[in-house]
């Protein structure tokens, strides 16, 4: 404002500021501030861009991508890739690390530096592990059976894979249906899974579940055992049978045409001599004359029944009835796991 000639005039005052306008003039002084802070960090980044290009290394970079094919039998194994959404464009060849299982489908990171690209692995479409969750049993069951804690499961992915792991143990009083309310969708197996547990000694440490399609879980053969059979079914025999009749004994006779070339003279006698010399002195004799005969008195016969070969009753024996029982079990165990696909 220009100041009067005349000193007798009065110079007018300045204008109070309002609140309103002080506001604004400190909101103008901050942006111009936050301005000047970006401006700043742009800069800095495009000094640290320009650094990049005398490095002695190609800088790693990262895009995402969808696996479009595998070829697993390659060596290396190697997958193809359409990056960044570009359907259009597929890019063979790339290779993956070690760890990583890839699945067509799979939306994958990979890394590229100067030519080389590989796979890191898939980004996670759900959790890796699902919390534990306290199932709950069906009439006649119930938690920490043999102290081995509430049953409980889990769905997790083994090497690409859902797989349900189980831990605790069930008690049980009755009944077959271990869940009262079948499992999630999610939770359950393309086909049935069978699965032997632990259980109560009684008879047997084992017993079966079913962990059906429709998310029921069902116990099978608790008290299952083969049938015995009575005593009276048991008994057998190994005698009333015959080894010979009198008519079988028979003796080693010698025809009278042969007896010449043995030493014998008499058609009858079945001793003969082998060898010769003067007066036979170096002679000695085989007697012949013997037997098999089972029945009968001779001295040699033998029977296998009681006191002759027709006999059974002494040789009457049985193995007596027993039977094979398996007791319901008192607890059952959940520590398994199973694959669901």
Known sequence: MSTPSDPAQTVPQEPPIVPEEAAAQDQAAHDQTAESAQLLAIRELATEIAKQAVLDFDPATIRKGVITAIADTSAPPTISVQISGDTTTTIDGICYITSYVPVVGDIALIIKQGTDLVALGNIAAAFSASAWTVVTLGAGFGHNGNGNGNVRYRKVWDNGSPKMQWKGAATRSSGTAVVSVP???????????????????????????DFDTDG???????????????????????????????????????????????????????????????????????????????????????????????????????????????????WISFNIEYFLD
Do not use: F
């Open 216 to 330: 029921t879980v069902n116990m099978v053969g608790a008290n299952t055992a083969p049938l015995s059979a009575t005593p009276s079914d048991s008994v057998h025999n190994h005698g009333g049978h015959d080894h010979g009749i009198p008519s079988s004994s028979h003796g080693h006779s010698v025809p009278t045409s042969n007896q010449q070339n043995i030493g014998s003279t008499s058609g009858t006698s079945n001793t003969h001599h082998h060898g010769g010399g003067a007066g036979q002195d170096a002679s000695h004799t085989h007697d012949l004359d013997h037997t098999h005969a089972i029945g009968g008195t001779s001295s040699s016969a033998h029977n296998h029944g009681g006191t002759d070969a027709t006999t059974p009753n002494d040789s009457t024996h049985n193995h007596g009835g027993h039977s094979h029982t398996v007791d319901d079990p008192v």
């Open 183 to 209: 499992l999630a969708s999610g939770y359950r197996p393309v086909e049935r899974r069978s699965v032997i547990v632990a259980r109560t000694a009684g008879g047997s440490n084992v017993v079966k579940l």
